[in-house]
């Protein structure tokens, strides 16, 4: 495990515990720094007045400051000065105890506030994470692929319905066009960035605004409108998807052959589909359709990306091609 995953998966969570705003110990480390002086310091008066040996003094001092009276002096033999300065202690103790319990219930009630407070905190902290920016349904998958991938990254929306699904110390809600909650999530010190935002314009707005607080960073974007791949390019983002082209080509693939397993991204107008095709007799790489090419082979359940064109297919191999998927049909009665 790489030196930035132990920053952000496990010392972050420590200096939280301790050191984050909403942290229980930092609500109450004030009224807990408090409360130790006040124990010694009734503990001296008893040592002081009683003569009672330390261990003795702090068990009598916890139980006056907490009015349990396990341990109650002679009232009538007790010096003035200690009736005085015990009475003070007590009323001053009965306070702080009010304190601290309203601090602990305030920060246990409040769990909702917790959430978005510990995704800033944490996002500010982090490193080398991506910040997944946007309120379409698509940001919902980005984030599920990168759970499965074991990646760190920090949600940014503006969508209710987004973030109730999402809900999890990883997300902030709030504005994407808000320059602060981008830099709570960490964009600083992220290294990448995922845009998908509903409207076009606030897509490419955002974009400016990441690449202008984080140069380096790799940024990627889903836009709509096709026409404009050149102008987030030229905004910094280093890949644009047009979403609405990109499924109609593999809804359009797909409904072509039905041997289509996927599409490789096109940086122009044509299609570069992969194809799998299940081999039930020998035939040769050479005798492939022209178009399409091989990327690998299936056999004993290992992957084989080593051939040449006069390298023989057999029966129950797996066969993966790029190319057309027109020429699929060709290439599915060659191999049955």
């Known amino acids: 495990m790489d030196k930035i995953r132990i920053w952000n998966k496990y010392i972050i969570r420590i200096l939280e515990t301790i050191a984050a ?3 229980v110990l930092r609500r109450i480390y004030v009224q ?16 002081y007045y009683q003569g009672l040996d330390w261990i003795s003094a702090i068990y009598a001092a916890v139980n006056v400051i907490t009015t349990v009276g396990l341990y109650a002096p002679d009232i009538y033999q007790m010096p003035s000065q200690e009736k005085l300065f015990l009475t003070v202690m007590i009323l001053f103790t009965v306070g ?11 920060t246990i009630l409040n769990r909702n506030t917790w959430i978005d407070a510990r995704a800033r905190w944490r996002g500010k902290l982090m490193k080398g994470h991506i910040v997944v920016i946007g309120n379409t349904e698509s940001i919902l998958s980005a984030v599920k692929r990168l759970e499965i991938l074991g990646k760190d990254y920090v949600v940014v929306t503006s969508s209710k319905k987004l973030y109730d699904e999402l809900k999890s110390d990883k997300v902030i809600f709030g504005d994407p066009n808000d320059e602060n909650n981008l830099l709570s999530a960490g964009i600083k010190n992220a290294s990448s960035a995922i845009i998908a935002m509903e409207d076009d314009s606030q897509t490419l707005l955002i974009t400016l605004k990441v690449q202008k607080l984080n140069p380096p960073l790799t940024i990627v974007t889903m836009i709509k409108d096709s026409s404009l791949i050149d102008v987030f390019k030229t905004a910094g983002a280093d890949i644009v998807i047009p979403f609405e082209e990109f499924m109609g080509r593999i ?22 589909s992969i194809g ?9 790489l050479s005798e492939l359709p022209e ?35 027109l020429k699929f049909k060709d290439i599915s009665r060659l191999v049955e």
């Open 276 to 284: 799998v095709f299940e081999v039930k007799k020998n035939f040769k």
């Open 32 to 47: 807990l720094v408090l409360l130790s002086i006040v124990v010694y310091t009734i503990a001296l008066v008893f040592v």
């Open 21 to 23: 705003p909403y942290s």
């Open 96 to 106: 702080l105890f009010a304190s601290m319990a309203q601090s602990l219930i305030s």
């Open 291 to 325: 178009g399409t090419i091989p990327i690998a082979i299936l056999h004993d359940g290992k992957l084989d990306p080593y051939f040449t064109k006069e390298t023989e297919v057999k029966p129950g191999e797996i066969l993966f091609v790029l190319g057309n998927p």
């Open 251 to 272: 809804m359009a693939s797909a409904a072509i052959s039905k041997n289509f397993a996927g599409i490789v991204y096109p940086s122009s107008g044509r299609d570069y």
